[in-house]
């Protein structure tokens, strides 16, 4: 399985900006799929993920109701749409994937199997 990730860029405090994550693989709709990211300095954090086969989506508390994770199984893409972006937003975002994931883990980088390169977001204030 393979994970290509891009969509980032510099934005302004309160826009949005859409990432998208091209995945490999027949097995896609039944991995969980996540969003992470990481800041300069600081550890990589859960941001938002999505349990497949129709499975619920999770998101970190700091971008609930701000950002929105979403999966098209038919193309094999992974999305996160970021809306009232923040300074504190800025970081690298990295995709994830993984066969199977149970739930209480589900915020845990190192329970992901594979992983996209990362793309960066800029957030100017």
């Known amino acids: 399985v393979q994970l290509q990730a891009s969509g980032g860029g510099l934005v302004q405090a309160g826009g949005s900006l859409t990432l998208s994550c091209a995945v490999s693989g027949s097995t896609f709709r039944r991995q969980t799929i996540a969003w992470f990211r990481q800041a300069p300095g600081q550890e990589r954090e859960f941001v938002a993920a999505n349990r497949g086969n129709g499975g619920a989506t999770y998101y970190a508390d700091s971008v609930k109701g701000r950002f929105t994770i979403s999966r098209d199984n038919a193309k094999n893409m992974l999305y996160l749409v970021m809306n009232s972006l923040r300074p504190e937003d800025e970081a690298v975002y990295y995709c994830?994937?993984?066969?199977?994931?149970?739930?209480?883990?589900?915020?845990?980088?190192?329970?992901?199997?594979?992983w996209g390169q990362g793309t960066l977001v800029t957030v100017s204030s």
């Open positions: 994830a994937s993984s066969p199977s994931i149970i739930l209480s883990s589900i915020q845990m980088s190192h329970m992901y199997a594979y």
